[in-house]
């Protein structure tokens, strides 16, 4: 993706230009796979063009072009590369198991979470087949069941179990009791929960009651392994759907919207063939939900309050270019880091560094109260809370850190991750004790889980 996008700011010669076309190129080329991928497993063109349509109209489409595009890019490789297995599967040609192969590899070096999907999905496609495969005897059938059942409430188990001890990251997407109505709580896509929430268990009902009557193509397989993802995953009371968006079930239920446009086109097919009235009011349904998902809030990056203040960060930085010395390094917050070079030109990151390597290091903190400055503080400028956004060299941080009272720290900490991951974090040069306002030497050792976003 990334040789991708910089072939494109070579002809542009603009890299933001570049990232904004490609992002929404990587859509394009996701819904077309879409409408392919519906066209083949129901056989009809019309409810692909929906299940298109769907993929490129849901509002949720715009949390994927403004904050996961590495995630698009891999999702659209997956889905034509899908589309090429179908192909594969009908006639075995070489040129289809070739392309479906190239574009599943192309697919996992996309980004680290496609390995992930991709093999939960080769899974699920499994285990779909088992389940309503007219060859399997009832004890298998009723296995396999039994195994859905179990990885819906695995979550809880892991949570609950003191043998091993979860990393952070992990113990924060589990739940050991659960959580109703999911829907409500879910910070994005709430029309496509609500709709997952009526339309997979009732399409899982539907091809396994009539699988007999089905006929033996990819379409049940597929429609049946997107169904369970939808229980395993979106509608799972144990998993919490709370976490931010850059969390693991956060970031998958960001594709509810995709599972949308081939469970809805599949069930409208499912209904043809069993019910007519029942296609009707699916399809009045489909409507209803398009339109509450086009008018759903644009995420955050794509607000107008958030593209004023990103206009105002990008002219007041150039202004404090000098305070920085010859070589500085900027730790800032996720999307914050990307600015920061862009407009300087200065290596800016998230993580702090285990090795300064001569750099002067300062730290991009927002939502800074301004009656606690110090006079070394670089004010970069207002935030409309009356807050600061400021760059405090490190050694100056450490000192500065312990002046301040402990709600003040912590309402610091949250609204700068980077900070608080600096001080939680495994592996820091010096640990800060914000019970005691004291630095605790801290030995260096290798980080015992490493976390890919």
């Known amino acids: 993706m990334f040789y991708a996008l910089a072939g494109l700011s070579i002809v542009t010669r603009n890299a933001v230009l570049s990232i904004k076309l490609g992002s929404i190129g990587f859509h394009v080329f996701l819904s077309l796979g879409v409408f392919a991928l519906v066209s083949?497993?129901?056989?009809?063109?019309?409810?692909?063009?929906?299940?298109?349509?769907?993929?490129?109209?849901?509002?949720?489409?715009?949390?994927?072009?403004?904050?996961?595009?590495?995630?698009?890019?891999?999702?659209?490789?997956?889905?034509?590369?899908?589309?090429?297995?179908?192909?594969?599967?009908?006639?075995?040609?070489?040129?289809?198991?070739?392309?479906?192969?190239?574009?599943?590899?192309?697919?996992?070096?996309?980004?680290?979470?496609?390995?992930?999907?991709?093999?939960?999905?080769?899974?699920?496609?499994?285990?779909?087949?088992?389940?309503?495969?007219?060859?399997?005897?009832?004890?298998?059938?009723?296995?396999?069941?039994?195994?859905?059942?179990?990885?819906?409430?695995?979550?809880?188990?892991?949570?609950?179990?003191?043998?091993?001890?979860l990393p952070p990251w992990l113990g924060s997407e589990l739940l050991i009791q659960p959580r109703w109505p999911i829907s409500l709580r879910s910070p994005v896509g709430k029309a496509e929960m609500v709709v997952l929430l009526l339309t997979a268990p009732t399409t899982l009902f539907l091809i396994v009651r009539h699988r007999s009557a089905l006929p033996g193509n990819p379409f049940c397989h597929i429609v049946c392994a997107v169904g369970l993802w939808s229980l395993l995953i979106n509608l799972n009371p144990f998993l919490n759907h709370d976490v931010t968006q850059l969390g693991i079930?956060?970031?998958?239920?960001?594709?509810?919207?995709?599972?949308?446009?081939?469970?809805?086109?599949?069930?409208?097919?499912?209904?043809?063939?069993?019910?007519?009235?029942?296609?009707?009011?699916?399809?009045?349904?489909?409507?209803?939900?398009?339109?509450?998902?086009?008018?759903?809030p644009f995420p955050k990056g794509l607000q107008p309050w958030y593209l004023a203040e990103r206009q105002q960060m990008i002219q007041a930085l150039p202004e404090q270019r000098q305070q920085l010395g010859t070589n500085p390094l900027v730790i800032a917050r996720h999307g914050d880091e990307f600015v920061v070079t862009w407009v300087l030109g200065i290596p800016a990151q998230q993580n702090f560094p285990t090795s300064s390597q001569g750099q002067s290091i300062y730290w991009l903190l927002r939502q800074v109260n301004p009656t606690i400055l110090t006079p070394s503080t670089i004010v970069v400028m207002e935030e409309d809370n009356g807050s600061g956004l400021i760059l405090m060299k490190h050694g100056d941080l450490t000192q500065w850190i312990n002046t301040i009272d402990e709600k003040e720290r912590n309402r610091l900490s949250s609204q700068n991750p980077h900070l608080k991951k600096y001080i939680e974090g495994p592996v820091v040069p010096m640990q800060i004790s914000w019970q005691t306002g004291s630095f605790q030497p801290r030995p260096h050792k290798a980080p015992k889980y490493m976390v890919v976003s």
């Open 40 to 165: 083949s497993i129901t056989r009809n063109r019309w409810l692909g063009v929906l299940g298109g349509a769907i993929a490129a109209l849901s509002g949720m489409h715009f949390y994927m072009i403004a904050e996961f595009i590495k995630n698009l890019a891999g999702v659209a490789l997956l889905t034509w590369g899908a589309w090429c297995a179908i192909r594969a599967s009908a006639n075995y040609e070489a040129r289809w198991i070739a392309m479906s192969v190239g574009l599943v590899i192309l697919a996992l070096l996309s980004h680290v979470s496609m390995w992930g999907i991709g093999l939960a999905s080769f899974a699920l496609v499994l285990l779909a087949k088992c389940l309503i495969s007219r060859e399997q005897s009832k004890f298998l059938r009723l296995i396999v069941t039994f195994g859905v059942v179990f990885l819906m409430i695995f979550p809880t188990l892991l949570a609950f179990q003191k043998f091993v001890q």
């Open 249 to 296: 079930i956060g970031r998958l239920d960001h594709l509810m919207y995709l599972q949308v446009a081939i469970i809805l086109p599949a069930l409208i097919w499912l209904s043809l063939r069993i019910n007519r009235k029942l296609a009707g009011l699916l399809l009045g349904m489909t409507f209803c939900f398009m339109a509450v998902s086009i008018a759903a």
